[in-house]
């Protein structure tokens, strides 16, 4: 069965880093664009970053541009999300989703994205 199941968050002072994983299961992963999201207590789902199936597109949220990155090693069939200056307003459940339609395009509507994991808890504590 197709799954996605992310790793890496937990608690972080101001300033901090963390690295998130994504590992897919299925070749078929590495031919989706890929995308990360957040979802903050009594907040909607928000597009954080995007990939292409090839990692030569990526796009930002203007609140994590510059400070957060993400790749992929289709080898591993894994994505990844470095996060870098964190802030208390990152504190989030973060999810990794797979957008089955797209291999180039990256779509920042998340109900757009098929297969979603089951997220990873970050929080930034000041």
């Known amino acids: 069965q197709a799954q996605l199941v992310e790793s890496g968050g937990g608690v972080v002072q101001v300033g901090g880093s963390l690295r998130l994983s994504c590992a897919a299961s299925?070749?078929?992963?590495?031919?989706?664009?890929m995308g990360w999201f957040r979802q903050a207590p009594g907040k909607g789902r928000e597009f954080v970053a995007g990939?292409?199936?090839?990692?030569?597109?990526?796009h930002y949220a203007d609140s994590v541009t510059g400070r957060f990155f993400i790749s992929r090693d289709n080898a591993k069939i894994t994505v990844y999300l470095q996060m870098n200056s964190l802030k208390p307003e990152d504190t989030a459940v973060y999810y990794c989703?797979?957008?089955?339609?797209?291999?180039?395009?990256?779509?920042?509507?998340?109900?757009?994205?098929?297969?979603w994991g089951q997220g990873t808890q970050v929080t930034v504590s000041s």
């Open positions: 989703a797979a957008d089955t339609g797209n291999t180039i395009e990256i779509v920042t509507n998340p109900g757009l994205y098929y297969f």
């Open positions: 299925g070749r078929a992963f590495s031919s989706y664009s």
């Open positions: 990939i292409s199936a090839n990692g030569g597109n990526e």
